[in-house]
């Protein structure tokens, strides 16, 4: 469980943040997430998202203005409009729009059903690469303030990764991002490295900084890595 997590994500301009999160297995990265999201309740310290402490936030507001695009997407059985706005908030142009940034429109466009096209079980029907995208177009709609990536593209072609990690780049730089790294070389360019050991936040500073320290964990774990 995690213990304390009390960091700030942004720099002395108010800037959002690309943040990488690192650990060994047991070392916190998956409560992180579960607490972040609040489907695990913090038993000491708290989490701050623009200085306020999210246990003090409705679930239904706090988890509006967070998304995660998880390793493995997330899709229902229903169409892709159910998929991209389950709660009918968005105009069809928005929906096109998030589409088109995802590099889904020409595909969605040639089906002849468009938005009204069923997405089989766990979204099966499509290829790895397009359930991903899906995802990422519903990301795109929703606008939230802190983006969670949980190695996304891991399971994807190298053209797909390549889009999806160019997108996030230009789509969410107003966001705090935060990725949960399983490949140190997919962290490397993050503003910042979070290391984490046993529920706990152990090194956090620029990426440059940790590999010139070569007592850090973080140059240890690319070292392992092969990295550097």
Known sequence: MMKSIDCFLYDHFGSPWFVGIVGRTGAGKSSLTLALFRLLEASQGEILIDGIDISTIGLRDLRANITILPQEPVLISGSLRVNLDPHKQYLDQEIWTALGMSNLHAAVSTMPAGLESEVGENGLNLSAGQRQLLCLARALLRRSRVLVL???????????????????????????????????????????????????????????????DTSSRFCEMASSARVI
């Open 150 to 212: 949980d190695e996304p593209t891991s399971s994807v072609d190298i053209e797909t990764d390549r889009h999806v990690q160019t997108t996030i780049q230009k789509c969410f730089r107003n966001c705090t991002t935060l990725t949960i790294a399983h490949r140190i070389d997919t962290i490397l360019n993050c503003d910042r490295v979070m290391v984490l050991d046993a529920g706990q936040i152990v090194e956090f500073d620029t990426p440059s900084a940790l590999l010139e």
